[in-house]
């Protein structure tokens, strides 16, 4: 049954024919994969803001935006806006600002931020009201008319659809560190149901402000290995303290293979199938059997119709917490067996550290580089853990022919979406 | 995105509704269809000048039994959990492992609770200085409370459903206002109609009842100010009345609601979504654009419509001049603004609006009519299809058509 054209369930294949990157390595996916697979990372000290007293005060922010001042709203945007701009160019799709299908775009938390909160706050400053009474009477006086954008969810999608002239009503999403992912899953479930010929998928995150540093500081979850900032992130290391924040967007162009052979496009791989499962054992945690993610891994397969030992290398979700590099491990043992040991596996993440929402977005980016190059990025800082048993590409990157990638996405609330691209059909 | 092939009939064979007129289905049609007039219930003084719908008085441990998972959330995730757990039981699917484990999820969700205690701990703090970093980092570390920020999380209203009610199919939130409530339908209608999956749970929640909510939307003025009236009768900008809301449905591939015998309130025919840049008279295009696309499926004469319409000028004003203009397709829209009775649920709205259908051809009413007569007039018969419309307050345009099984 399988051909370019149908896939192995008789439904359409779907292709990548754009790619675009930001990441605290830099802007471009030309620019990141360079300094990727050269080792470099792109984790330094905060200086957007104070973070003396703070347990983390470290993070792998994108300063090489001009978006001052900064806000969580504005630096995404800009983030998405580049890379969109980057993959559309690259795939040569779609008229200016017309492009043929719908945006999917991952999108951050929309909220107030301390200076805006004050900028209300402060607006009538005799005001005899306190909190919220006062919050609220200053916005009944004015409009405030710029901070909206802040609160609104469909804020971001409605810029980038204004913008790039997407088809439809634009999707905004949210599977937390799995939302990236979910982007391509939606586009590929679209593409495949022949409800368009392409469709736009962007992760974006810039939430490097104080509230968003100490929420996660307050969970446990972030490394406070502050001195060497570039040794930080250790993702299945012995000494993995946690994950180190990031900010980045990736953004892909989906095309079915018809429409992309039809106009001539250059294909530089394929999405050959997604899967999710969801985890109802806790908030944070996993399933100690791994249930939940190896369900997603197993269905991620059957619907690309991959054997385990068809995968030739993985793009972990690899946080560099002790909890998800565990049960990441327990995971793909438990599907690919022994298989697994002879499976090259890294995590972009001990570069350009954990990019959050857009994380499924930026490591697909790279996974269809690593197919592309025949290169397999490094894993930096790593120090074998004895109870993590992998082929874990250490320091330096490796010469590899890879075939077909695996990249996993695991987030808060039991989200678990997993993906395999492979090469462009022989 | 419109479907080219559709082949899989999509059926609701389960609702959850809880809302400030009652606490699950079986109310709300004691309430709206019963024939009887309806007084909403609106609470003026709590946040005056805002009027709000709070929620009903609720056991939530009918839905979410152990009150640590109780603890966990703030009341916009027990509001859903809550909704989503009588989805389930009235879908026959609650409790039962094999089926939920396949059951896949779409949530329209906006942001949880902020501790706004301790916002204006930090404002207070912030008097004299300027340094808000500083300051946010001394109160916050000592006041936030961990488990608070998993509760403002877009995605774990839907995590915590999966947590309670084990559904683990797959997991989906759509955000975006008014908008992810109609992307949810949208999205989990297409999956059903195409063959890529058979059996989801969507819907969404609102609290009214929150501080930092009335302050989001009050931001460009969105908000009704003053005495409770009905969505078309709000002058000068309008604005809407936020409501709490909880509103989830099972919906079901045919084959596979008849091969558990599950009985169906009626069929999900179409759902079509849109997003106009709102230059005037685009709410209006945009509409009759979506209703072009199911008209093959109404018969001319009445057409029982139950509008999601939030009283937010212009766009309400626009969709009562689209459903005006209907008259010269030959189409007679009997309407009732839901959000006139339960206020705006913005995520939890749409959702509503297909709840609400499915309880009109079972109950075989609408609601009394609520608004001016020359928009909301009596219907002369049983409605055998329902149009539901959501026009969000900012963005966001959908239609969705309900029919009663044969």
């Not at chain 2, 689209?322 to 839901?338: D, E, W």
Request: charged share 20%.
């Amino acid at each position: 049954m399988a051909s370019r054209t149908l896939d192995h369930k008789g439904r359409p294949v779907v292709v990548v024919t754009g790619l675009g990157l930001v990441t605290s390595l830099g802007v471009g996916a030309e620019t990141c994969w360079s300094r990727l697979v050269a080792g470099h990372s792109g984790i330094k000290p905060i200086r957007r803001f104070s973070t003396q007293g703070l347990k983390t005060t470290i993070a792998g922010t994108v300063d090489d935006l001009d978006v001052a001042p900064y806000s969580a709203f504005d630096l995404s945007t800009a983030m998405a806006e580049s890379a969109a701009e980057e993959a559309i160019s690259q795939a040569k799709i779609g008229r200016t600002a017309s492009f043929p299908g719908p945006l999917i775009v991952a999108t951050p938390p929309s909220e107030f931020e301390w200076p805006h909160l004050r900028e209300i706050y402060d607006a009538h400053p005799n005001n005899a009201l306190t909190g919220y009474k006062r919050l609220l009477a200053n916005a009944r006086r004015e409009r405030f008319g710029g901070l909206a954008r802040h609160v609104r969810f469909s804020a971001i999608a409605d810029h980038l659809k204004q913008r790039f002239g997407t088809e439809g009503a634009p999707l905004s999403v949210c599977t937390a560190c799995a939302s990236g992912a979910t982007t391509i899953q939606l586009g590929l479930e679209a593409i495949r149901r022949g409800a368009t010929d392409a469709a736009l998928c962007i992760g974006t995150d810039a939430t490097v402000h104080p509230e968003g540093l100490i929420r996660f500081s307050l969970l446990s979850a972030l490394s406070t290995a502050n001195s060497e900032p570039t040794k930080a992130s250790k993702p299945f290391s012995r000494t993995r303290d946690g994950f180190v924040m990031a900010e980045g967007a990736g953004a892909l162009v989906l095309e079915s293979y018809d429409a992309a052979k039809a106009r001539g496009a250059k294909i530089l791989g394929v999405v050959r199938g997604c899967g999710e499962k969801a985890d109802e054992f806790h908030r944070t945690r996993s399933k100690p059997d791994g249930a939940a993610m190896i369900g997603a891994i197993r269905k991620t397969l059957a619907d690309a119709g991959v054997e385990p030992h068809e995968i030739d290398y993985i793009n972990a979700h690899g946080t560099s917490t002790p909890e998800n590099d565990k049960m990441e491990t327990l995971s793909l043992r438990a599907v690919l067996g022994d298989h697994l040991l002879r499976t090259p596996i890294s995590s972009n993440k001990s570069m350009v550290g954990h990019t959050l929402i857009a994380a499924g977005s930026v490591e697909a980016v790279f996974s269809i580089l690593t197919l592309e190059r025949g290169v397999l990025p490094p894993t930096l800082n790593y120090d074998p853990d004895p109870d993590l048993p992998l082929d874990v590409v250490p320091e330096q990157s490796r010469q590899a022919r890879v075939r077909t990638v695996l990249s996993n996405s695991f987030g808060f609330g039991g989200q678990n979406v997993c993906v395999v691209f492979s090469g462009e059909p022989a | 995105m419109t479907l080219k092939t559709s082949s899989n009939e999509v059926l609701i064979t389960g609702v959850g509704l809880a809302s400030s007129l009652g606490a699950d289905a079986e109310a709300h049609l004691a309430r709206l269809f019963s024939g009887a007039p309806v007084t909403p219930a609106v609470d003026e003084a709590r946040y005056a000048p805002y009027p709000v719908h709070p929620f009903a008085e609720v056991d939530f441990s009918r839905e979410i039994p152990k009150k640590s998972d109780q603890r966990q959330m703030e009341l916009w995730q027990r509001i859903g959990v809550y909704a989503a757990g009588l989805a389930l039981s009235d879908a026959g699917i609650a409790r039962n492992p094999e089926l939920l484990d396949r059951t896949d999820l779409v949530v329209a969700a906006g942001s949880g609770e902020r501790d706004t205690k301790v916002d204006c701990e930090v404002l207070e703090k912030l008097g004299p200085r300027d340094d808000a970093a500083l300051l946010a980092k001394e109160v916050l570390p000592s006041a936030l409370r961990p488990t608070l920020f998993l509760a403002q999380l877009s995605n774990m209203l839907a995590g915590n459903i999966s947590i309670v009610h084990n559904v683990t199919g797959s997991s989906r939130t759509f955000m975006g206002e008014e908008m992810a409530g109609l992307a949810a339908l949208e999205n989990a209608h297409r999956r059903i109609a195409a063959g890529q999956a058979g059996l989801i749970l969507v819907g969404g929640a609102l609290n009214a009842e929150r501080e930092d909510l009335l302050l989001g939307y009050e931001i460009g003025h969105n908000l009704w100010r003053g005495s409770h009236c009905p969505v078309w009768d709000r002058e000068d900008g309008g604005g809407f009345v936020p409501g709490s809301i909880g509103a989830f449905v099972v919906l079901e591939s045919k084959a596979h609601a008849d091969a558990r015998k599950a009985k169906p309130y009626g069929r999900l025919v179409a759902v079509e979504t849109g997003h106009a840049q709102r230059e005037r008279g685009a709410i209006v295009r945009t509409l009759a654009d979506l209703l072009g696309r199911m008209r093959g499926l109404l018969p001319d004469g009445e057409l029982p419509t139950l509008s999601g319409a939030s009283g937010k000028r212009p766009a309400t004003c626009e969709e009562r001049v689209f459903l005006t203009q209907l008259a010269s397709q030959n189409l007679n829209p009997i309407v009732r603004a839901y959000g006139s009775l339960l206020g705006h649920g913005v995520e939890a709205q749409f959702p509503a609006g297909i709840a609400l259908a499915a309880l009109a051809l079972k109950s075989g009413r609408l609601p009394p009519p609520g608004g001016p007569e020359s928009i909301e007039q009596p219907l002369s018969a049983p409605p055998q299809r329902v149009l539901v419309t959501g026009v969000g307050h900012w963005r966001g345009e959908g239609l969705a058509l309900v029919e009663a099984v044969a």
